[in-house]
């Protein structure tokens, strides 16, 4: 069972899914290529559907979780299939997406990851998703696992879940870095944590859990921003200092650092220590460069010596071990600063200029530790036109800090915050502190400035200082007093911020201090009840702010009690509530209660009992059908965003349902009930009911008879022997902006049933899949795949029949496929193997060449089978253009047009926007069976169908070959009568070869070669 809480733009198609339970396991690497994204699904997986004008199927990709459990997502981003670990079938799960990140977890996680011993990192499936986190995470799940002391047992049992590898051992956070399998994460979660008083917590020794994440270089700043040269003046160059360079490596051989690298070591796949990525070199040259090369580019710190550790690879990426790995080297090695310019770009003077300024403070004062460099450094900052929270206390100033010996301890002051209203606030003192670290006191003039949450001044009087003046006795300290006044806040609510700046001796001391003034906000507090009269032991209630203040909020409501409070700022929210009997066994019954529009302008209290839902309960004809998917869900619209609510179950069965508050009577709510179930092996119901409600329902109940069904029988087509194949069924209701759909693996060639529903003025989508095989990590491998295309409605007690991947496959032009041109990039979109039915997909390809001449000369070439992908750099001015492409794939994925070449010949030149060119294609209607084979021998009347430009009566001229000999062969053009030709179908287990001419009216030329179109039986 999965629970699911989304929020999309509107209007907006998207993709939901989830699938009841199957072993599964990690995304597997493909061929050489695909003509067109494919994907890979779990085995009877439940999926979502494709945007009705999709030109292509979407990429999938796969995650694991700690705990085991697999999650399919969709290019997007958005997750379509959920697969729990074995024995996790029954535990809840939700999905929540906020910050334009998706986070599915399940119920045992919720707690460790609130209280911060799990990093949400973890089951942040956006995160896992980026291609960088793929590929770190390619062969199993990395993580760092932090002890509580010795830990000796605990580190066995995280050592020797299934088929763990311990990657390193760090000592600075008493912590292993360990990559299990994704097959073993299940067991590696039971390692982790253990069960007490009926709740999961972490297990005996075990301290936190990191996902080990990827890091990239990041950029850098300059030296002469930053008062590098006065520092030098002033005899300071970090001599005597070690700087220890985490980052790409450093190039040692490099004029400017040939004598400055005194140690190196690798911490990553690559090589050795070499920088490959420049990354490194640039950091060191900045940090410790003399300048040998070009005095122009001298670093900060040309007296230092660089420590070399290689924490990114040859790419620019690594990982958290290997970066805490190599502090640790680091600090065994002698560093004194430690530089690691990771991450996202830097905000004002950090990264390699901080370590080296740092490198010339320690130089200057060799005694100084980390509290003492660091408030050197924040103190003598110079400002800039941002906030605290942008800018910290601003940026570094060298020049200034090698002349510091006053800093604030501690470097910034926080008044946390005052709830609203603020009538009632009081003033809040906190103490700024000076230390001297000099030989003579100081005195220092005080002054403070203050930004209100816009960015403009605070009002006279929000901070104060208690004194104009302090003196700071020679190795002492002295402080002021800071006062910050909310109630002056007027009418602006927020973060506001100051810097007290104290000028004396010479030197200037920058001190960051924020207040949180709390917007208008309120106490909430609900009260669950749960079946049996008590306070409700298991639920599960969020918050989700949809206008007002509280709008992109995601409010946990938690507490032990049954009863929670929690302080929501004013505005409209969504109340999503689960009160579960058995977190462990979800069939033993969940009552979904929700408030689908709840305006907080007051402290108020809601009572959530379990007590006023009613069961759900939706049938289908068959008795032998049996339930594998059910999937309630409710949508609000509020202004151009929607938000999706749900539960993903086995079944409906156990599911109780309740609306909790006022009718909405705007029409923004849409309510529906969608169901799946298996009717032997190769037939399945699918249906879907709903749309706009006044209020949600209480209980719900649908019998659906035959004659409320339409049945499609979709032929899954294959001609390569061994496949597998599926056809998934998303149905979709006006003003819906979710599908959720279901599909089971069955052999190809052959027929899937699918009886659907055809009321509430659903529209049904379907999808086909062709699939080798499983790799190795247990993921179906799928070689082809394709889309009906626009959503169709189903008329009741009739039935459709739907043919997918059957020769004769070739390209899709016209409509909206075929050639563009934008400005001055040109490219081909569309399908080159669409199926013959003219289903827009494709396949995975062993070869490709893509080609574009001007005026007969050659002008590029790429790999992109006109998908788009790699669009040609043209000249503004008129001229003929030629585009070619050949593609080639395997017998093993299909040996039917195992190869297409084809061309187009049209005049262009730059356009404002995207324009369509003049192209052509035909589409030869053979008639074949789901093997794409015919009887040998035999003669039939093929229908060719002109598309494109040459369409209908803009067609001067088609030409239309055969060979039996793979086109080495052609002959003479066939007759075409009344748009057909007479073919002759190839002998037993031969394959039958076209090639087309097309020329329009205006000139423009198109030929199209499809080799092996289909065989002889």
């Known amino acids: 069972m999965l629970r699911q809480v989304q929020k999309a733009k509107r209007p907006v198609t998207a993709r939901r899914a989830a699938v009841a339970a199957v072993a599964t396991a990690a995304a597997v690497a493909l061929a050489a290529g695909m003509t067109s994204p494919a994907q890979a699904d779990p085995d009877s997986t439940h999926t979502a559907g494709t945007s009705a004008d999709e030109v292509r199927v979407p990429v999938r990709h796969h995650v694991t979780l700690l705990t085991g459990d697999r999650v399919t997502l969709d290019s997007s981003g958005r997750p379509i299939a959920f697969d729990p670990a074995k024995g996790r079938e029954r535990i809840p799960v939700r999905t929540v997406q906020r910050d334009g990140h998706i986070h599915v977890v399940p119920a045992d996680a919720q707690r460790l990851i609130a209280d911060g011993t799990l990093d949400q990192r973890l089951f942040d499936v956006t995160e896992l998703s980026k291609k960088a986190n793929r590929t770190a995470q390619r062969h199993g799940l990395k993580v760092i696992v932090a002890y509580k002391g010795a830990a000796g047992a605990a580190k066995a049992e995280v050592r020797e879940a299934g088929g763990t590898k311990l990657r390193r051992t760090l000592k600075t956070l008493n912590a292993d870095a360990v990559q299990t399998p994704k097959r073993d994460a299940a067991e590696l979660w039971r390692a982790l944590t253990a069960e007490r008083d009926g709740a999961r917590t972490t297990a005996a020794g075990i301290s936190r859990v990191w996902l080990d994440g990827v890091r990239k270089a990041s950029l850098d700043k300059s030296v002469q921003q930053i008062g590098a040269p006065k520092a030098w003046e002033a005899g300071y160059d970090g001599k005597g200092v070690k700087i220890a360079v985490l980052d790409t490596g450093v ?33 060191a040259s900045i940090a410790a460069g003399t300048g040998a090369k070009n005095a122009a580019y001298k670093g900060v710190a040309p007296g230092a010596k660089i420590l070399n550790g290689k924490v990114l690879g040859d790419t620019g990426g690594g990982d958290d071990s290997g970066i805490i790995a190599g502090i640790d080297w680091a600090a065994a090695e002698g560093a004194d600063v430690v530089n690691l310019s990771l991450g996202a770009p830097d905000t004002p003077g950090v990264d390699p200029l901080e370590a080296a300024v740092a490198a010339l403070l320690k130089q200057q004062h060799p005694d100084w530790k980390q509290p003492e460099l660091k408030g050197a450094l924040t103190a003598s900052t110079k400002g800039g036109k941002y906030t605290a929270f942008q800018q910290g206390s601003g940026r570094i100033a060298v020049d200034k800090a090698i002349e510091q010996t006053v800093i604030a301890d501690p470097v910034s002051v926080s008044f946390g915050t005052q709830l609203w209203p603020h009538t009632d606030d009081k003033p809040v003192t906190k103490k700024v502190t000076y230390r001297n670290l000099g030989k003579e006191e100081v005195t220092l003039d005080l002054t403070a400035e203050s930004l209100d949450p816009k960015g403009n001044p605070a009002p006279d009087g929000f901070f104060t200082l208690g004194a104009k003046k302090v003196t700071v006795p020679a190795g002492g300290t002295a402080s002021v007093d800071l006062t910050a006044d909310t109630r002056l806040g007027g009418a602006v609510d927020g973060a506001y911020s100051a810097y007290i700046v104290a000028n004396g001796g010479g030197q200037s001391v920058r001190t960051a201090a924020a207040v949180d003034r709390e917007v208008e906000s309120y106490d909430l ?13 298991h639920y599960s209630t969020v918050l989700v702010g949809i206008s007002g203040l509280g709008e992109e909020q995601f409010i946990p409501v938690r507490g032990d009690s049954g009863t929670a409070t929690v302080r929501v700022p004013k505005g409209g929210y969504v109340l999503d509530a689960g009160v579960i009997v058995d977190p462990e066994d979800i069939t033993k019954g969940v009552d979904w209660i929700a408030q689908p529009k709840l305006d907080v302008t007051k402290d108020a209290t809601l009572t959530v009992d379990a007590r006023t839902a009613e069961p759900v309960d939706i049938s289908v004809p068959s008795s032998a059908a049996k339930s594998v998917f059910a999937s309630p869900s409710f949508e609000v619209t509020a202004g151009t965003a929607g938000y999706g609510f749900g539960w993903w179950l086995d079944s409906y069965t156990g599911l109780r349902t309740a609306h909790l508050g006022p009718q909405v009577t705007d029409g923004s709510v849409l309510q529906k009930w969608e169901g799946h179930w298996t009717k032997g092996e190769k037939a399945q119901y699918s249906t879907v009911a709903g749309g706009v409600v006044k209020k949600l329902a209480t209980g719900y109940t649908r019998e659906y008879k035959e004659a409320d069904l339409a049945t499609v029988k979709a032929g899954l087509g294959a001609s390569s022997s061994g496949k597998q194949a599926t056809a998934t069924a998303f149905g979709r209701l006006p003003g819906s902006f979710s599908a959720t759909g279901f599909s089971a693996p069955q052999k190809a060639p052959s027929t899937r049933t699918l009886y659907v529903s055809t009321d509430d003025k659903v529209k049904w989508s379907l999808e086909y899949e062709q699939r080798a095989g499983v790799g190795d990590d247990g993921w179906p491998i799928v070689d082809a795949s394709y889309t009906l295309g626009k959503p169709q409605a189903f008329a009741a007690g009739k039935t459709y029949t739907k043919t997918f991947n059957t020769a004769v496959i070739g390209p899709r032009v016209g409509g909206d496929y075929g050639v563009v041109r934008d400005g001055d990039k040109l490219t081909g979109r569309l399908p080159l193997f669409a199926d013959g039915k003219t289903h827009a997909g494709g396949s995975l390809y062993t070869a490709v060449k893509t ?7 050659q002008i590029g070439t790429n790999d992109d089978p006109l998908t788009g992908g790699k669009p040609f750099t043209v000249p503004a001015g008129d001229a003929e253009y030629k585009l070619s492409t050949s593609v080639k794939r395997s017998v093993a994925v299909s040996a039917a047009s195992t190869r297409v070449d084809a061309s187009w010949t049209f005049r262009s030149k730059k356009t404002a926007t995207a324009t369509k060119l003049p192209v052509s294609g035909v589409h030869v209607g053979a008639a074949v069976g789901l093997d794409s084979r015919a009887p040998a021998g035999a003669k039939q009347s ?58 329009d009216k205006k000139g423009n030329k198109s030929t199209i070669s499809i080799y092996n179109a289909y065989y002889g039986k």
């Open 851 to 857: 080609t574009l001449t001007r005026d007969g000369t």
């Open 525 to 537: 507090t609900v009260k669950h009840i749960g079946r049996d009269g008590q306070a409700a032991k």
């Open 942 to 999: 093929v229908p060719l169908k002109v598309t494109g430009a040459a369409a209908g009566a803009n067609l001067k001229s088609l030409h239309f070959y055969v060979s039996y000999d793979y086109g080495q062969h052609w002959g003479d053009p066939l007759k075409v009568t009344g748009g057909k030709v007479e073919i002759k179908n190839p002998e037993k287990g031969k394959a039958i070869s076209f090639h087309a001419k097309i020329t």
């Open 251 to 283: 190039d040692a051989t490099h004029p400017d650092l040939k004598e400055q690298v005194v140690g190196a070591k690798n911490f990553t796949p690559s090589p050795d220590t070499k920088d490959r990525v420049g990354h490194g070199t640039h950091v």
